[in-house]
């Protein structure tokens, strides 16, 4: 079993910068993929980023490229989200997963929600406009 708990969310100004982290226990995590998703309020929970396990790739939704940052630290188990330039379509609360480890994963793999075994509570991040 994998436990995940995010933390870092909180309230920031349009095009302020926020870092959440995803602590992992229970299992090293550094060769699973690892994913973050986000819902808004009255919409489905959304792809955001997911670093591959076997290549060291990073993908991310085409709303968060080049503002959002997906990393992990091993020796922590733990897998961040740097968010930089955020905008208010940005407020959600953001939920890191760990998925079932694989020979290989392909990029629509990583970004869909029913790939993942393990989610963690979620962290609310409100941007003010």
């Known amino acids: 079993q994998v436990q995940l708990v995010e933390s870092g969310g909180g309230l920031v100004q349009a095009g302020g910068s926020l870092r959440l982290s995803c602590a992992a226990s229970g299992r090293t995590v550094s060769t699973y993929p690892m994913g973050w998703f986000r819902q808004a309020p009255g919409k489905e929970r959304d792809f955001v980023a997911a670093?591959?396990?076997?290549?060291?790739?990073?993908y991310y939704a085409d709303s968060v490229k080049g503002r959002f940052t997906v990393s992990r630290v091993n020796g922590k188990n733990t897998v961040y989200l740097q968010m930089n330039a955020v905008k208010p379509e940005d407020t959600a609360v953001y939920y890191c997963a760990a998925g079932p480890r694989r020979t290989y994963y392909t990029e629509n793999w990583l970004s869909e929600e029913g790939s993942y075994e393990y989610w963690g509570q979620g962290t609310q991040v409100l941007v003010s406009s």
């Open positions: 670093i591959s396990p076997s290549t060291g790739m990073l």
